[in-house]
């Protein structure tokens, strides 16, 4: 298995990644695919990826919203490939390029790399062995058929050059 960066501008994996987030975080419970505008708003993400055979197993994305911080804001692994630590090493393998990305436009300052998101209650045990830790109360979303999110960040990397 390779884990790999993408944006929304590689059709293939884009379309995978689409494909596999409808079916894994929606189908389920009823709600529409990701819709165009949706795909718009997704243009600024970074998309990681996990690859076998061609085929994308696993995806997570992140939107920048200031220098350092980032926000979770989607992650689908196939069934097959879930509770065998591919999510993971995934999520991992984003963190380390963005970590990677921050010190290489750091201007020597100190940086706080700081990744937020809203967690599935379903989930919530994965996020905190990630590290996460909760940032609020558990809201109930009626635009997402009643899907209940934990609010959580992790703060992973501390740096200061002097």
């Known amino acids: 298995m390779e884990f790999i960066q993408f944006n929304s501008q590689n059709s293939g994996l884009y379309t995978q ?7 894994a975080l929606y189908g389920d419970i009823g709600m529409p695919p990701l819709s165009e505008d949706g795909k718009q708003i997704e243009k600024e993400n970074l998309f990681f990826g996990a690859v076998t055979s061609d085929r994308l197993v696993g995806t997570v994305s992140f939107y920048e919203l200031s220098k350092g911080h ?4 989607s992650m689908a692994i196939d069934a097959t490939y879930q509770a065998k630590g591919t999510g993971t ?4 393998f984003a963190f380390e390029s963005m970590i990677d990305s921050v010190e290489s436009a750091d201007d020597g300052q100190s940086v706080n790399l700081v990744v937020t998101t809203n967690a599935r209650e379903k989930a919530l045990h994965f996020y ?4 996460f830790i909760s940032d609020g109360a558990i809201t109930v979303d009626p635009a997402h058929h009643g899907i209940r999110h934990l609010p959580m960040k992790n703060i992973l990397l501390v740096k ?3």
Do not use: I, P, W
């Open 17 to 23: 990644s689409v494909a596999l987030r409808n079916h």
């Open 70 to 73: 980032f926000q979770l804001v």
């Open 89 to 92: 090493k995934l999520v991992n």
């Open 128 to 131: 905190e062995r990630l590290g």
């Open 160 to 162: 200061n050059r002097e």
